[in-house]
């Protein structure tokens, strides 16, 4: 229980820290996304009903402070026109993606954390690409500049690279906690999430 | 998958369903509660920003801020006189404009803002500044800046986020188109920016020009008042490419507004029509308590 509350501190920390972060204009307008890096790094180490939990909350606090409702011209004139990107698809988008990330916590519950760290760049790089899907689906165009590949390498190597301080921040908060994210007993049978049976 | 999996993935899709059914004045509300909370560290980051712009800059000694005081005062009671002139024409140019039975044109009512947040959006050419409902801006009020002796189109306001905030959809995104023309001509077309936000001084594209529009590289672009968004004469960019395609043509024009270098910027008020203002004032006055006879 303590391991979840600093969790959820450390992400609302996240969302402080977020407002310092500049954008960097020399890599196509890039920056570092701590918020998703954070979440990204947590919903490795917890169990899938948490990891929803988290996307629901971090999503939704994303979408409060971030969201733009600009709706695109050709939608202006409906009765009941969305914004291009709704309120709430950032929870959908950071469960998608939490739930893939999912996929390698058996491998960080054994201590690697080489797959982990690509995931955490890769998963940042999804969440934009499904937010440029979702406004290009909307204008009806999909352009393709390669200032946009840049923005989105950028995004995710930014990530990937501060995401290993972060797993380790979280470990020594798990050691602290007693919340055991490792699988201390190998020679037991693991199930496909990692939890022994 | 456990059942504890199945029931945690059915009730977080009822509450994502419940979330992306919230109606525009509900996410407009939370946004305002959200922006009570962040506003203090947006404000905070902005002003470590301008910090950190103004470490290694020399420091001014006593004497040459006693000299560029000087100078500016200077400066100051030249605009006075210049002010004093200029309202006296002001008057005597609608006078003769009554005499002549033309209808008076409104000068725009104006409220001064400040940036507090720049590029808070990943894919949105956005800023946030530190004016919002309770100084009467409103969703499309279009937002200016001076460029040398007119006024610059930065763009408009794309929604209004609390009391004291709102958020600035810039001239550089795709999405703030502005109906405008070649300065000095009747040649229209429609002026937008770049999608993704890719660049913070991306050149803009004139699109819907006539083949025959004479675009010479260098030639002002302004905003032609078309639609009644934006003002006209506006200054927007001025030409420095242009290209005939097969129906149409188009021009590549640069940025007059150097956005990278917004601080303080304003609001166009929207300007209220005689029988709304009447009709504002009646209600205010009937809210008012009434005084013990």
């Known amino acids: ?197 | 998958m456990s059942r504890l999996n199945i029931i945690a993935l059915i009730v977080f899709a009822a509450l994502l369903i419940w979330v992306t059914l919230f109606q525009p004045e509900a996410v407009s509300r939370i946004q305002s509660g959200a922006m009570v909370v962040f506003e203090p560290f947006m404000k905070a980051s902005t002003r470590l920003e301008s910090g950190v712009e103004t470490v290694g800059t020399e420091a001014l000694s006593p004497v040459q801020m006693q000299s560029l005081l000087a100078d500016l005062e200077r400066e100051r009671d030249r605009l006075k006189l210049e002010v004093i002139q200029l309202d006296e024409i002001v008057r005597e140019n609608n006078q003769l404009r009554r005499a002549l039975q033309y209808v008076e044109k409104a000068p725009l009512e104006v409220v001064a803002a400040r940036v507090i947040n720049r590029k808070p959006s990943n894919w949105y050419s956005t800023l946030v500044i530190d004016k919002g409902r309770s100084h009467g801006v409103r969703v499309d009020s279009p937002v200016i800046v001076p460029v040398g002796e007119s006024a610059g189109l930065v763009g408009k306001v794309s929604e209004v986020i609390g009391e004291n905030s709102a958020l600035v959809l810039l001239l550089t995104d795709e999405m703030c188109q502005v109906s405008a023309k070649l300065q000095n001509s009747q040649e229209q077309g429609i002026l937008g920016g770049q999608r993704g936000a890719l660049r913070t001084m991306p050149n803009l594209r004139l699109r819907y020009l006539s083949k025959e529009a004479e675009a010479a590289s260098g030639r002002k672009v302004v905003s032609s008042g078309a639609g009644g968004l934006f003002p006209p004469d506006l200054l927007l960019g001025e030409v420095i490419s242009f290209e005939i395609g097969a129906i149409d043509a188009e021009a590549t024009v640069k940025p007059s507004v150097n956005f990278e270098e917004l601080i303080d910027i304003f609001v166009v008020l929207p300007v209220m029509a005689e029988e709304e203002a009447a009709a504002e004032i009646i209600e205010e006055t009937a809210t008012l308590p009434k005084e013990d006879s």
């Open chain 1, 1 to 197: 229980m303590r391991f979840f509350l600093l969790v959820l501190t450390l992400l609302a920390a996240s969302f402080f820290l977020q407002e310092f972060l500049p954008v960097f204009d020399w890599a196509y307008s890039s920056r570092l996304l701590l918020v998703h890096t954070v979440f990204f790094t947590i919903a490795i180490a917890v169990p899938f009903p948490v990891m929803l939990l988290l996307a629901l909350v971090t999503g939704f606090v994303w979408d409060a402070r971030y969201h733009v409702p600009v709706v695109s011209p050709e939608a202006a004139a409906d009765a009941i026109a969305q914004a291009e990107l709704p309120f709430g698809f950032t929870i959908f988008i950071l469960a998608v993606t939490g739930a893939l990330i999912q996929g390698v916590r058996p491998l960080f519950r054994r201590g690697r954390w080489e797959l982990p760290v690509f995931m955490i760049g890769l998963c940042t790089i999804l969440c934009l690409v499904l937010q440029y899907l979702a406004i290009s689906f909307h204008r009806g165009g999909l352009e393709l500049p390669p200032e946009l590949l840049w923005k989105l390498v950028m995004t995710g190597l930014f990530s990937a690279l501060i995401s290993p301080f972060l797993l380790l921040l979280l470990t020594r908060l798990a050691d602290r906690t007693r919340f055991k994210i490792r699988s201390e007993d190998r020679k037991r049978k693991h199930s496909y999430d990692g939890d022994t049976i």
